[in-house]
């Protein structure tokens, strides 16, 4: 039975606020999304490679093949030095498929949102809200009191922030947990850059229309990846920071220039260069940035604020895993949320703290083993170090990059994804790596 008086805010209609929207309609759990932004799925962004553990639960709650489409699968990735020459490959899509029974899709940011958004039921459409900046967040005893920028107040018994790196919905859970004086001070957001990135996507003729094809080149201090999937191909350059750096960083448009200028000799593959498709005047859409990671050293307060997503860990893009990340997340918090209602539909705020600290900690090992292979990767592709350079040219490929994939992608992480509790299970597809759950 769907609770009488429940109601969920989440703040932020990107991926993440999507696909909690997606598993709260599911449970029957009312909620409403505020998005500060004119529209669900602004043209600006990059792209997002989906994994399997995310793919299941797309399979699960029957929007699989509507947001597939939008997309394209991902089959071999093949692995460059600077200068052209092959470092490897791996059929990346073929041993998804093998260990998990799903091959990854890559997607333009903007197109996997829209198709999120569209697979919602017609009737949940009209709860996500555009243009309707969130400008203050108080709790109550009973839930959380939420003004919006137009004066207006919204009441709701919990509030989820999904609004990303630079999240108020975190900011304030911050605030109250310091001013309760509980514990240490706490910081909130003590990420740390050790990667600078600029991004840029383009149209692009892909030769193979009807599959995504990934490049990645590697050097020492630098590294290139492409994606070139349907029209269009987005380019990620990589630099590994000397030093880490703290806070963010706004750079000059020279100094944007001269970043680009250090990548134009590097090769995507055996025949382009990165000069030979990065020409200003063919560029729709680029970003350049440190590029933070870490995790937030708060999660909740009260047991009526809690984060998701970027709002709550930060991962750099070079494994491929972030958004994914933050699904599990959101897949994990409901289904805690449902466990709690099926038998109390006004839980107190104490027991949705303990449910959120529960959420936590469901989360923690697989948020670690990410971050850790990021870590190992982002080191790997830029030779970051003797051990670095040593592991990507010599073990690497001793070792075999099937193995690698299986044992720190699939076993360590992947096959730990999260499905809601609620629904059933029968039907979803299986490999050879089992599912934990």
Same mark, same amino acid.
């Not at 609004?163 to 947990?177: C, H």
């Not at 990059?401 to 039907?427: C, Q």
């Given at each position: ?142 839930? %959380? ?7 207006? %107040? ?151 604020? %809690?984060?998701?997503?970027?709002? %709550? ?125």
């Amino acid at each position: 039975m769907a609770p009488q008086n429940f109601k969920v805010i989440i703040v932020g209609s990107g991926p993440i606020g999507i696909v909690t929207a997606h598993a709260l309609s599911k449970s029957n759990i009312d909620y409403v999304v505020f998005e500060k932004g004119a529209e669900v799925a602004p043209t600006n962004g990059s792209g997002h490679m989906i994994f399997p553990n995310t793919l299941r639960f797309l399979d699960q709650i029957g929007i699989l093949p509507q947001v597939a489409s939008a997309g394209k699968e991902v089959y071999t990735k093949s692995n460059f030095l600077k200068d052209g020459t092959t470092h490897g490959e791996i059929d990346l899509g073929q041993l998804c498929l093998d260990n998990h029974g799903y091959k990854p899709i890559y997607f333009q940011r903007s197109h996997l949102i829209q198709a999120l958004y569209d697979a919602l039921p017609v009737e949940d459409k009209s709860k996500i809200k555009t243009s309707t900046k969130v400008t203050n967040i108080e709790v109550t005893e009973t839930g %959380v009191r939420v003004t919006l920028a137009d004066g207006k %107040v919204e009441e709701g018994s919990i509030i989820i922030g999904c609004d990303g790196i630079y999240s108020q919905t975190r900011q304030t859970a911050l605030d109250l947990a310091n001013a309760a004086g509980k514990g240490k001070k706490l910081d909130g957001l003590p990420y740390k850059s050790v990667i600078r990135s600029y991004v840029f996507r383009r149209d692009w003729p892909t030769p193979d229309k009807d599959r995504c094809l990934m490049w990645e080149t590697r050097s020492g201090g630098l590294a290139a990846q492409g994606f070139a999937q349907k029209e269009s191909l987005i380019v990620a350059l990589f630099e590994h920071l000397d030093v880490p750096k703290e806070g963010y960083s706004r750079f000059s448009e020279e100094e944007k220039e001269a970043f680009k200028k250090r990548f134009v000799d590097i090769h995507l593959n055996e025949s382009l260069t990165v000069g030979d498709v990065m020409e200003n005047d063919k560029i729709n859409w680029d970003f350049f940035a440190d590029q933070e990671e870490g995790k937030s050293d708060i999660v909740q307060y009260g047991g009526r604020i %809690v984060l998701a997503g970027d709002s %709550v860990h930060k991962i750099t893009p070079i494994s491929g895993l972030g958004l994914n990340m933050g699904v599990q997340q959101s897949i994990a918090l409901v289904n805690r949320l449902n466990g709690v209602l099926s038998t109390n539909q006004s839980p107190s705020s104490a027991t949705l703290e303990e449910a959120f600290k529960l959420f936590e900690k469901d989360c923690a090992k697989t948020l670690a083993k990410t971050l850790e292979l990021n870590t190992i990767l982002g080191d790997g592709v830029t030779w970051a170090n003797w051990p670095a350079w040593f592991i990507d040219r010599v073990a690497a490929p001793w070792i075999g990059l099937k193995f690698i994939v299986t044992k720190f992608y699939s076993k360590d992480i992947l096959r730990h994804g999260f499905v809601l509790n609620s629904l059933p299970k029968d039907g979803l597809k299986q490999g050879q790596v089992a599912w934990v759950s």
